[in-house]
């Protein structure tokens, strides 16, 4: 009887070990689970944070582009102007020059 009892607390013993082992073994998987997703969380937001930086740095290409543009047309518009002018005062010179030479032919 008594042999049958210690053998029963032993088997009961290894039972429990062997439970308690498994419930460890499922923490670790657990844990090695939840690391597994922490660490591709912080590379997905690694990599997010990458993507908005190259959008935030595409967006001042842009700009500075948008600005050059404008600095461009309004070279182009003050270049058109003094064209403009220097043509209407050559037309002014020239009709002058016409009514001087009509007046001086009469």
Sequence with gaps: FVKKTKQKVQNNSLAQLAAIEESRKEF????????????????????WAKQMEQ????????KLNFEETKLNLEDLRIQNDFKLKERKLEMKME?????LEYKYKK
């Excluded at 959008?55 to 842009?62: A, Q, S, V």
């Excluded at 009709?95 to 009514?99: A, D, S, V, W």
């Design 28 to 47: 670790r998987d657990k844990r090695l689970v939840l690391e597994t997703d922490s660490l591709k969380l912080n590379q997905e937001k690694f990599l």
């Design 55 to 62: 959008r935030k740095l595409d967006l001042e290409e842009i």
């Design 95 to 99: 009709m002058h020059n016409l009514e």
